[in-house]
Nanobody, 115 residues
Framework: QVQLVESGGGLVQPGGSLRLSCAASGSIFSFVKMEWYRQAPGKSRELVSTIFRGGSTNYADSVKGRFTITRDNAKNTVDLQMNSLKPEDTAVYYC?????????WGQGTQVTVSS
C-alpha cells in the first residue's frame, strides 16, 4: 500500500509562486507515472501535470509555461513548481501515482490565489 502526502499549499497573491510537494511512503522508482490533479469548488477534478518513469512530462494547456513538475527518485517525491499564479488556479491539489496497475491518491492540499 502506497501512501502519498501533499504539502506546500497556502494563500498567495496573483502573480506569486508556490511549490507543492508529494511524498510517497516508499520508492517511486518503479512508478509508471505520477500526476498532479486539482479540483476547484463546484468543478470536476482535472489533470494538471504528469511525469512518467522515464522523465517525460505533460501539462494542461492552462498551466503550460507557468508550472513545472519534477521527480526525485532518491527522495521519493514529486514537486509542482507553480509560478505566475492566477485566481483561477485556486483549488485543492491532489497527488496521484500509478504503481503497477494500482492508483493511489493523496489527501490534497489547498491552494488559494487571492489579493
Amino acid at each position: 500500500q502506497v501512501q502519498l502526502v501533499e504539502s506546500g499549499g497556502g494563500l498567495v497573491q496573483p502573480g506569486g509562486s508556490l511549490r507543492l510537494s508529494c511524498a510517497a511512503s516508499g520508492s517511486i522508482f518503479s512508478f509508471v507515472k505520477m500526476e498532479w490533479y486539482r479540483q476547484a469548488p463546484g468543478k470536476s477534478r482535472e489533470l494538471v501535470s504528469t511525469i512518467f518513469r522515464g522523465g517525460s512530462t505533460n501539462y494542461a494547456d492552462s498551466v503550460k509555461g507557468r508550472f513545472t513538475i519534477t521527480r526525485d527518485n532518491a527522495k521519493n517525491t514529486v514537486d509542482l513548481q507553480m509560478n505566475s499564479l492566477k485566481p483561477e488556479d485556486t483549488a485543492v491539489y491532489y497527488c496521484n501515482a500509478l504503481a503497477d496497475t494500482n492508483f493511489y491518491w493523496g489527501q490534497g492540499t489547498q491552494v488559494t490565489v487571492s489579493s
